[in-house]
């Protein structure tokens, strides 16, 4: 996409070889698997809510389904299978994978927070009509015609990167990961 040099902690924006690393919580934590899947199923009422209510919100967001309709209670079963089937701690989102789309308005809505050079799931806040218009707004406007720039809303690594990020939380004790997951999320 861009080919200008990139700075230290802007968003790679290159597709080939990126993805985005994302933690999860202590793993077999129901009540925030629960909550967080309850939060993916308001999210996809909400959309259906503000396509129903105004046609023109269809308009400007109409390039984000060409491909396929978008489904949060699908994208957040997806992502949580992807705990499961790789480290129990975190699990990647390869940057010219489909699933990219769902993630940035995921992020968007809150369900995602970036600390540092990963992402953490997160309950999300406030989550409501406003928010999940404005996120799905805010994607479209990077379209240039030629395609949506999702790069523009992410914080990437190489994938080699991440896969090292990955083995070095999965040798953590599951406590000393979750006490830093804490202090990166500002929690007490």
Not at 161 to 168: F, H, M, S, V
Request: proline share 3%; aromatic share 8%.
């Amino acid at each position: 996409m861009l080919s200008r040099k990139q700075e230290p902690n802007e968003p790679i924006r290159e597709a080939g070889n990126a993805c985005v690393l994302v933690e999860g919580p202590r793993w077999g934590d129901a009540e925030f698997y629960g909550q967080w899947l309850l939060g993916a199923a308001k999210a996809n009422d909400l959309l259906k809510q503000a396509k129903q209510d105004n046609p023109r919100f269809c308009n400007e967001i109409e390039t984000l389904e060409l491909a396929e309709d978008i489904d949060y209670e699908i994208a957040a079963t997806l992502f949580l299978a992807k705990l499961a089937n790789g480290t129990f701690q975190t699990f990647t989102v390869d940057c010219s994978s489909g699933d990219l789309n769902d993630f940035v308005l995921m992020v968007e809505m809150g369900f995602f927070t970036l600390t540092g050079d990963r992402y953490q799931m997160i309950l999300p806040a406030n989550l409501d009509l406003h928010r999940v218009k404005e996120s799905h707004l805010k994607l479209a406007a990077t379209d240039d015609e030629d395609w949506i720039h999702l790069e523009r809303l992410v914080v990437t690594l190489p994938c080699s990167r991440a896969k090292a990020y990955q083995r070095l939380l999965h040798d953590m004790s599951e406590d000393q990961r979750i006490a830093d997951r804490q202090a990166l999320l500002f929690r007490d």
